[in-house]
T-cell receptor, first 114, second 112 residues
């Protein structure tokens, strides 16, 4: 029973293509996130959605577009892939509110651009 | 064994020794702090958290210390085991939202 699941685990594609990564959580959380982890293991938040509404949108190229069909899903669509997009992308979820609660992460999608 | 700040990304300890991983956080308004463990090919996994109204919290074999005066967080692992080998991240969260920011991470290697 995976709490936060991402598909695919590996994604190899050519520069210029469009691809999507899917994320689903079965924890009943109301907030979901996308993070990018570079080759030096640095984790940076990209987006956050609360109840299907965008609440955090860091400085990422507009080629990246998150889509949340319902609060259990947050997909990431990337247009016109570039070499610099190669990274591991993590989805996470948490329950918003006070006190703050930890975020739970999926196992990542390794994106490799040829 | 002990790591210092964000400029020493690796820490190597002998099995059975205690490990100390340090983290300097940036936002003095942050009031919630988490340590995550990331094993190869996996996502970050929650280890322990602490809120700003505490300066110490203990779990099973792990202790987190918080020094708000100098914005410093540390993770102590007692009797380190080979299964503890991983990259460890600290994360800070400001009040009233879950905009969590990660530190650079420390790779812990446990030698048998």
């Amino acid at each position: 029973d995976t709490a936060v699941s991402q598909t695919p685990k590996y994604l190899v594609t050519q520069m210029g293509n469009d691809k999507s990564i899917k994320c689903e959580q079965n924890l009943g959380h109301d907030t979901m996130y996308w993070y990018k982890q570079d080759s030096k293991k640095f984790l940076k938040i990209m987006f956050s959605y609360n109840n299907k509404e965008l609440i955090i949108n860091e400085t990422v190229p507009n080629r990246f577009s998150p889509k949340s069909p319902d609060k259990a899903h947050l997909n990431l669509h990337i247009n016109s892939l570039e070499l610099g997009d190669s990274a591991v992308y993590f989805c996470a979820s948490s329950q918003m509110g006070l006190p703050n609660q930890p975020q739970h992460f999926g196992d990542g999608t390794r994106l490799s651009i040829l | 064994g002990e790591s210092v700040g964000l400029h020493l990304p690796t820490l190597s300890v002998q099995e059975g020794d205690n490990s100390i991983i340090n983290c300097a956080y940036s936002n003095s308004a942050s009031d919630y702090f988490i340590w995550y463990k990331q094993e190869s090919g996996k996502g970050p996994q929650f280890i322990i958290d602490i809120r700003s109204n505490m300066d110490k919290r203990q779990g099973q074999r792990v202790t987190v210390l918080l020094n708000k005066t100098v914005k410093h967080l540390s993770l102590q692992i007692a009797a380190t085991q080979p299964g503890d080998s991983a990259v460890y991240f600290c994360a800070e969260t400001p009040p009233s939202n879950n905009d969590m920011r990660f530190g650079a991470g420390t790779r812990l290697t446990v030698k048998p």
